[in-house]
T-cell receptor, first 114, second 109 residues
């Protein structure tokens, strides 16, 4: 089925470890986004990409890096994880549906940093 | 910078009661969208409003966009347990989405 796939779904890290979250979409969308969701704070934009080879900072980019080497993939990296990065991470891609620019979200990746 | 405020943060209702969540933007929006996130799930697109004063309905859900295109509301009539979840508004301007903090709805059977 068409959509946005995130891996892994769950991960536990120790402070200082690194990891990469992978987002893949098969809808040929240009725009892709990484959000984090924390209780009471809604969805906060970390980084986004408007096309292959491009990335840009969002609202809360510190401590994260991203890459968009292929159009269908958007990677989110944590070089040195901190407990403050414990969160649920959602990837989304933007496409046109019924005349609207709509976000399609992945199922989420729950990250715990000890 | 642009902000979208959403209230209330939480709402607990008895099944059959009505529910409303409100969004307010600091600036005029091109359009506003609403998403629903079920517990443990991911946000799913519900609807988009584009025109000033626009009202759209989806069964028991009524969505409104203010005349100044700076505020919006979602009203659910006669809530059901299937309505449980978090409702987000997202303002859209200059190719960017600005999410409200969400309203978490709990419905007691």
């Amino acid at each position: 089925n068409a959509g946005v796939t995130q891996t892994p779904k769950f991960r536990v890290l120790k402070t200082g470890q690194s990891m990469t979250l992978l987002c893949a979409q098969d809808m040929n969308h240009e725009y892709m986004y990484w959000y984090r969701q924390d209780p009471g704070m809604g969805l906060r934009l970390i980084h986004y990409s408007v096309g292959e080879g491009t990335t840009a900072k969002g609202e809360v980019p510190d401590g994260y890096n991203v890459s968009r080497l292929k159009k269908q993939n958007f990677l989110l990296g944590l070089e040195s994880a901190a407990p403050s990065q414990t969160s649920v991470y959602f990837c989304a891609s933007e496409g046109r549906f019924y005349g609207a620019n709509v976000l399609t979200f992945g199922a989420g990746s729950r990250l715990t940093v000890l | 910078g642009q902000q979208v405020m959403q209230i209330p943060q939480y709402q607990h209702v008895q099944e059959g009661e009505d529910f409303t969540t409100y969004c307010n933007s600091s600036t005029t929006l091109s359009n506003i969208q609403w998403y629903k996130q079920r517990p443990g799930g991911h946000p799913v697109f519900l609807i988009q409003l584009v025109k000033s004063g626009e009202v759209k309905k989806q069964k028991r859900l009524t969505f409104q966009f203010g005349e100044a295109k700076k505020n919006s509301s979602l009203h659910i009539t006669a809530t059901q347990t299937t309505d449980v979840g978090t409702y987000f508004c997202a303002g859209y301007n200059f190719n960017k989405f600005y999410f409200g903090s969400g309203t978490k709805l709990n419905v007691k059977p």
